[in-house]
């Protein structure tokens, strides 16, 4: 096979893969009694299953009746044989129409409510509209969490492969680009971690109130430990904290950099993957060469933004053979590691045959990478036609397809995906 038919093949795997690299919520999977059942007696028990491990403290349920008024309240707990189930008892109900609204924290952060109707008797018509369990803030502090969440995902994965490569691209006799702008470092240290601490009061303000009561009211912050995703925030404050340690050597800063674009492996759907080992493998795998990937591709916009204002030309057809040779490892294991959280995960086949918000996003990613992917192969082929031939014009569109790409890949991750 041809450089070109090989690179045909990995480029369509991408946009095959990209639509598995999605995290999903959690989702409700079953119930006992089941939505809209008539029971003769009234239940002993509600029972929730879920398609998550859940955590204590991160869940609530209430029961309310045909006006809409709470039950008795309950108590929640988790089943001692089966972390995926909620349950609570139940007191006496009179014949009637039952709503119970419920509401869990998926293990990627992001709080996912519904409810569902059973009867006592029989189904009663005077059974009142009732909204899922929501903080009254969530409306209003959800975009914001979205755009923080997309602003320190894409600044931490693109800083972190932008280092690597160029460090790897000094040693090689090309710029090394992080050398010039060391004297940003730390100003961009503080613009990181003012993002991700605003990404961490968002979130704790987007919680279910009865979550947030524990946290913030209560000052229960013990509870804090068992959501994966406020946790990767506190760590990435930590990490982000080393790195501002000056005169350290290189590796230091390599390393700290690799553990915080690893570490959105950890609060993600990896937990909730069996075998979890090898969720977090594969997860860490793929931002690590998405990373390296969109970091490659931002040193060479910035090498040749660089190049016309110091006139300092760069030798680009030694500069082909490694640039590709990195980008295209970094995209085949992008790929390759893609393809097994998709398989490890979920049947994405199936995610995509129903219509609504989420599938209209995921067909506007495919979109931006069908643009991507198009743009780069004109791309290579006319840098191998002619090594003089490397046009910022494309390279840079094929960067703001990228961001765009990163945008949607969020966004999806704040939405619950369909399910069969």
């Given at each position: 096979?041809?450089?070109?038919?090989?690179?045909?093949?990995?480029?369509?795997l991408?946009?095959?893969?990209?639509?598995?690299?999605?995290s999903?919520?959690?989702?409700?999977?079953?119930?006992?009694p089941?939505?809209?059942?008539?029971?003769d007696?009234?239940?002993?028990?509600?029972?929730?299953?879920f398609?998550?491990?859940l955590?204590?403290?991160?869940?609530?349920?209430?029961?309310?009746?045909?006006?809409?008024?709470?039950?008795?309240?309950?108590?929640?707990?988790?089943?001692?044989?089966?972390?995926?189930?909620?349950?609570?008892?139940?007191?006496?109900?009179?014949?009637?129409?039952?709503?119970?609204?419920?509401?869990?924290?998926?293990?990627?952060?992001?709080?996912?409510?519904?409810?569902?109707?059973?009867?006592?008797?029989?189904?009663?018509?005077?059974?009142?509209p009732?909204?899922?369990?929501?903080?009254?803030?969530?409306?209003?502090?959800?975009?914001?969490?979205?755009?923080?969440?997309?602003?320190?995902?894409?600044?931490?994965?693109?800083?972190?492969?932008?280092?690597?490569?160029?460090?790897?691209?000094?040693?090689?006799?090309?710029?090394?680009?992080?050398?010039?702008?060391?004297?940003?470092?730390?100003?961009?240290?503080?613009?990181?971690?003012?993002?991700?601490?605003?990404?961490?009061?968002?979130?704790?303000?987007y919680l279910?109130?009865?979550?947030?009561?524990?946290?913030?009211r209560?000052?229960?912050?013990?509870?804090?430990?068992?959501i994966?995703?406020?946790?990767?925030?506190v760590i990435?404050?930590?990490?982000?904290?080393?790195?501002?340690?000056?005169?350290?050597?290189?590796?230091?800063?390599?390393?700290?950099?690799?553990?915080?674009?690893?570490?959105?492996?950890?609060?993600?759907?990896?937990?909730g993957?069996?075998?979890?080992?090898?969720?977090?493998?594969?997860?860490?795998?793929?931002?690590l060469?998405?990373?390296?990937?969109?970091?490659?591709?931002?040193w060479?916009?910035?090498?040749?933004?660089r190049?016309?204002?110091?006139?300092?030309?760069i030798?680009?057809?030694?500069?082909?053979?490694?640039?590709v040779?990195?980008v295209?490892?970094a995209?085949?294991?992008?790929?390759?590691?893609?393809?097994?959280?998709?398989?490890?995960?979920?049947?994405?086949?199936?995610?995509?045959?129903?219509?609504?918000?989420?599938?209209?996003?995921?067909?506007?990613?495919?979109?931006?990478?069908?643009?991507?992917?198009?743009?780069?192969?004109?791309?290579?082929?006319?840098?191998?036609?002619?090594?003089?031939?490397?046009?910022?014009?494309?390279?840079?569109?094929?960067?703001?397809?990228?961001?765009?790409?990163?945008?949607?890949?969020?966004?999806?991750?704040?939405?619950?995906?369909?399910?069969?």
């Amino acid at each position: 096979m041809t450089r070109i038919g090989t690179w045909l093949v990995v480029l369509l795997l991408t946009l095959w893969v990209s639509t598995g690299t999605v995290s999903a919520h959690a989702n409700l999977t079953g119930t006992d009694p089941k939505d809209g059942a008539v029971l003769d007696e009234s239940p002993e028990q509600i029972v929730l299953d879920f398609n998550e491990f859940l955590e204590r403290e991160a869940v609530d349920l209430e029961i309310l009746d045909g006006n809409g008024v709470s039950v008795t309240p309950v108590e929640i707990r988790i089943a001692r044989d089966n972390a995926k189930r909620m349950l609570t008892d139940v007191p006496p109900l009179k014949e009637g129409t039952y709503t119970v609204r419920w509401s869990v924290l998926s293990e990627d952060g992001h709080p996912v409510t519904d409810s569902f109707r059973f009867s006592v008797g029989k189904e009663t018509s005077e059974a009142v509209p009732v909204s899922p369990i929501k903080n009254q803030l969530a409306n209003s502090v959800e975009p914001i969490l979205l755009v923080l969440r997309f602003l320190a995902e894409s600044i931490l994965l693109i800083a972190g492969g932008f280092l690597w490569f160029s460090c790897w691209a000094g040693k090689r006799g090309f710029p090394d680009l992080v050398s010039s702008l060391s004297k940003l470092r730390i100003a961009g240290l503080i613009l990181l971690a003012t993002i991700t601490a605003a990404e961490l009061l968002a979130y704790l303000t987007y919680l279910p109130n009865s979550i947030s009561a524990s946290l913030l009211r209560a000052g229960d912050w013990s509870a804090l430990k068992q959501i994966p995703f406020a946790v990767v925030l506190v760590i990435q404050l930590g990490l982000l904290a080393l790195l501002a340690l000056p005169q350290m050597q290189k590796s230091w800063y390599l390393g700290l950099w690799a553990m915080l674009v690893a570490s959105f492996a950890f609060s993600g759907h990896a937990w909730g993957v069996e075998p979890v080992w090898l969720a977090l493998l594969f997860r860490i795998l793929h931002l690590l060469a998405l990373a390296l990937w969109l970091g490659a591709m931002s040193w060479l916009v910035v090498a040749l933004m660089r190049e016309s204002r110091v006139n300092q030309p760069i030798n680009r057809a030694a500069l082909r053979p490694f640039f590709v040779k990195v980008v295209f490892a970094a995209s085949a294991m992008t790929v390759l590691s893609g393809i097994v959280m998709t398989n490890i995960q979920t049947d994405w086949w199936i995610l995509t045959a129903k219509a609504g918000l989420w599938s209209t996003l995921l067909l506007g990613k495919i979109g931006l990478v069908l643009a991507m992917l198009g743009l780069a192969l004109r791309q290579t082929l006319q840098w191998r036609k002619n090594s003089r031939l490397l046009s910022p014009c494309l390279l840079q569109w094929e960067w703001i397809a990228g961001v765009l790409v990163l945008a949607a890949g969020v966004w999806l991750s704040q939405i619950k995906y369909p399910l069969p």
